[in-house]
C-alpha cells in the first residue's frame, strides 16, 4: 500500500467515486432495488448488533485502560482520556469486525448481482454462475480473513505510532484510508473472481488501490446514515466497484 503511480490513483479515486452517481442511475434502470433486500436486512440486523455491542462495552474497556493508571494525580483527567480512547478504540474495531463480516455474508447475493451488470456492459458475456454459487463464498471467505489480519495489522500499528506527536494527528485519517482500502478491496471481489486466480486478484487491488479506497470511502460514509445506511451500503457499493471494474477491465 505504500508504492503507486500518482497520476494513476488520482485517475482511480475519480473514476471510483463518480461510479456511485452511475450505480444509482443504474439501480433504477435495471430495476436492481430486489438485489438490496435481502443483503440489507442482513446488513442492518448485524450492524444492529455491533451497535450494541459498542454501546455496551465501551465503559468496561476505559474503564480497562484506566487501571493501568498508578496516580491519584490528575485521575478525573485521566478517566475522560480514557473514555474517549475506549470509545475510539470500539468504534475502529465495530467498523473491521462490520466489514469484514458483512462482506462474507452477502457474498452469494452480491455474486450474482455483479453479473447481472456486467452482463449489461458486455454484451458477450460468458462467465455464468449459479444462483448461489459456494465456491464464491468460500472464495469470499479466504480473502475476507486474509485482509482482515492485514488490516488489524496496520491499524494497530497506526494506532501504537500515534503517541508521536506529528503521527498522532494524521492518525485518523490513516486508519479510516486503510479501512476504506479494505473495504473497496472487498467490494470490488465479487467481480474480480469470477476473473482471475487468488493472487490476480490480490494484484489487481494492489494496482488500483484508488478504486479501492475511493469505493471503500463511499461504504463507510455511507454507514454514518442511520439504518439507511446499513440497508443501501453493501449493495450499492458491490454496484459501483462493479462499474469501475468492468470500464478498467474494457480500457486495458
Same mark, same amino acid.
Given at each position: 500500500m505504500i508504492f503507486f503511480d500518482f497520476n494513476t490513483m488520482i485517475s482511480d479515486i475519480t473514476r471510483g467515486l463518480s461510479a456511485f452517481g452511475e450505480a444509482i442511475k443504474l439501480s433504477s434502470s435495471l430495476r436492481l432495488w430486489k438485489y438490496y433486500i435481502i443483503p440489507g436486512l442482513i446488513s442492518l440486523v448485524f450492524g444492529g448488533l455491533v451497535a450494541l455491542m459498542v454501546y455496551g462495552f465501551y465503559d468496561n474497556i476505559g474503564s480497562a485502560i484506566l487501571s493501568w493508571y498508578p496516580f491519584e494525580f490528575g485521575l478525573n483527567w485521566m478517566e475522560k482520556i480514557t473514555d474517549v480512547l475506549g470509545v475510539t478504540f470500539l468504534v475502529i474495531a465495530a467498523f473491521i469486525l462490520y466489514k469484514n463480516v458483512i462482506i462474507?455474508?452477502?457474498?452469494?447475493?452480491?455474486?450474482?448481482?455483479? $453479473? =447481472?451488470? $456486467?452482463?449489461?456492459? +458486455?454484451? @458477450?458475456?460468458? @462467465? $455464468?454462475?449459479? !444462483?448461489?454459487?459456494?465456491?464464491?463464498?468460500?472464495?469470499?471467505?479466504?480473502l475476507g480473513l486474509r485482509n482482515l489480519f492485514r488490516e488489524l495489522f496496520f491499524v494497530i500499528i497506526v494506532m501504537l505510532l500515534a503517541f508521536i506527536p506529528v503521527i498522532g494527528l494524521i492518525s485518523t485519517v490513516i486508519i479510516f484510508l486503510i479501512q476504506a482500502y479494505y !473495504?473497496?478491496?472487498?467490494?470490488?471481489?465479487?467481480?474480480? $473472481?469470477?476473473?482471475? @486466480?487468488? =493472487?490476480s486478484r490480490i494484484q489487481f487491488v494492489k494496482d488500483h488501490?484508488?478504486? !479501492?479506497? !475511493? @469505493?471503500?470511502? +463511499?461504504?463507510?460514509?455511507?454507514?454514518?446514515?442511520?439504518?439507511?445506511?446499513?440497508? +443501501?451500503?453493501p449493495v450499492l457499493s458491490t454496484v459501483a466497484a462493479t462499474i469501475t471494474i468492468v470500464n478498467k477491465m474494457t480500457d486495458m
Amino acid at each position: 500500500m505504500i508504492f503507486f503511480d500518482f497520476n494513476t490513483m488520482i485517475s482511480d479515486i475519480t473514476r471510483g467515486l463518480s461510479a456511485f452517481g452511475e450505480a444509482i442511475k443504474l439501480s433504477s434502470s435495471l430495476r436492481l432495488w430486489k438485489y438490496y433486500i435481502i443483503p440489507g436486512l442482513i446488513s442492518l440486523v448485524f450492524g444492529g448488533l455491533v451497535a450494541l455491542m459498542v454501546y455496551g462495552f465501551y465503559d468496561n474497556i476505559g474503564s480497562a485502560i484506566l487501571s493501568w493508571y498508578p496516580f491519584e494525580f490528575g485521575l478525573n483527567w485521566m478517566e475522560k482520556i480514557t473514555d474517549v480512547l475506549g470509545v475510539t478504540f470500539l468504534v475502529i474495531a465495530a467498523f473491521i469486525l462490520y466489514k469484514n463480516v458483512i462482506i462474507v455474508l452477502v457474498s452469494p447475493f452480491m455474486g450474482p448481482l455483479s $453479473e =447481472k451488470i $456486467e452482463k449489461h456492459y +458486455i454484451s @458477450n458475456y460468458t @462467465n $455464468e454462475i449459479s !444462483a448461489f454459487d459456494l465456491q464464491m463464498f468460500w472464495s469470499s471467505l479466504r480473502l475476507g480473513l486474509r485482509n482482515l489480519f492485514r488490516e488489524l495489522f496496520f491499524v494497530i500499528i497506526v494506532m501504537l505510532l500515534a503517541f508521536i506527536p506529528v503521527i498522532g494527528l494524521i492518525s485518523t485519517v490513516i486508519i479510516f484510508l486503510i479501512q476504506a482500502y479494505y !473495504a473497496g478491496f472487498g467490494n470490488m471481489d465479487y467481480t474480480l $473472481e469470477r476473473h482471475y @486466480n487468488y =493472487k490476480s486478484r490480490i494484484q489487481f487491488v494492489k494496482d488500483h488501490k484508488g478504486l !479501492a479506497i !475511493a @469505493n471503500g470511502t +463511499i461504504f463507510l460514509l455511507l454507514l454514518l446514515i442511520p439504518v439507511l445506511g446499513l440497508l +443501501i451500503a453493501p449493495v450499492l457499493s458491490t454496484v459501483a466497484a462493479t462499474i469501475t471494474i468492468v470500464n478498467k477491465m474494457t480500457d486495458m
